[in-house]
């Protein structure tokens, strides 16, 4: 099976820089994904890797070690709209019982004045 | 592009009911799209893989003849929760994979939240 782990809750201050971490343990992993989801709306994309190192786009920033079964989201110049939870979703190409994309927990972003 | 809608975008019916939810891909062809259920403050659960014209996978605990999938075309999946109970009570998000691609990403529906009194 699959478990991912994420902080609950993380607060942080407009302006500033705020990195979400993801742990994981997977077989046959395939593939990390990070959604952002506002309250009562569906995910929205963030970011894929499957390959180790740094993906950048725009504001966030996404990172990736396999070795280590660890991803962290980095996301720069916080601004108020960025409160949200994040999701860390982890894909694996073997599957028991249909089950291939797995989300974590979630880590609930608060971004104060 | 890659818009994925849901109808309804909320429902209410009474216990022992049934009711059908569906999901389409407006712009793009869907052969897979997935079914999720979110309960509050909680992350998303991956209810079943539909794949058009075949079973849908589902996921271990999930009862498929209480949560009946059917996709009958590359633009459409219904949901449809049988004899629905208070704690079926949930948001159930759809989520749709282009066929071909092979970036595996997911396009989201906006979700429907199923109440049942």
């Known amino acids: 099976g699959q478990n991912i782990d994420q902080p609950t809750e993380m607060t942080a201050t407009e302006g500033a820089i705020v990195q979400i971490n993801c742990t994981y343990q997977?077989?046959?992993?395939?593939?990390l994904f990070w959604y952002q989801q506002h309250a009562g709306e569906a995910p929205t994309f963030l970011s894929y890797?499957?390959?180790?190192g740094l993906e950048e786009k725009g504001r966030f920033s996404s990172f990736l070690s396999r070795s280590k079964g660890y991803s962290y989201l980095l996301l720069k110049e916080l601004q108020m709209k960025d409160s949200a939870s994040y999701l860390c979703a982890v894909r694996a190409s073997t599957s028991n019982y249909g089950q291939n994309f797995v989300f974590g927990p979630g880590t609930r972003l608060s971004v104060l004045p | 592009g890659a818009v994925v809608s849901q109808h309804p975008s909320w429902v209410i019916c009474k216990s022992g009911t049934s009711v059908k939810i569906e999901c389409r891909s407006l712009?793009?062809?869907?052969?897979?799209m997935f079914w999720y259920r979110q309960f509050p403050k909680q992350s998303l659960m991956l209810m079943a893989t539909?794949?058009?014209?075949?079973?849908?996978?589902?996921e271990q605990g999930v009862e498929k003849d209480k949560f009946l999938i059917n996709h009958a075309s590359l633009t459409l999946s219904t949901l449809t929760v049988t004899s629905a109970h208070p704690e079926d009570s949930s948001f159930y998000i759809c989520?749709?994979?282009?066929?071909?691609?092979?970036?595996?990403?997911?396009?989201f529906g906006p979700g429907t939240r199923l109440t049942v009194t």
């Open positions: 539909s794949n058009e014209g075949s079973k849908a996978t589902y």
């Open positions: 890797n499957v390959l180790d």
């Open positions: 712009d793009f062809q869907a052969t897979t």
């Open positions: 989520s749709a994979r282009v066929t071909g691609d092979n970036s595996y990403e997911q396009y």
């Open positions: 997977t077989s046959g992993f395939n593939g």
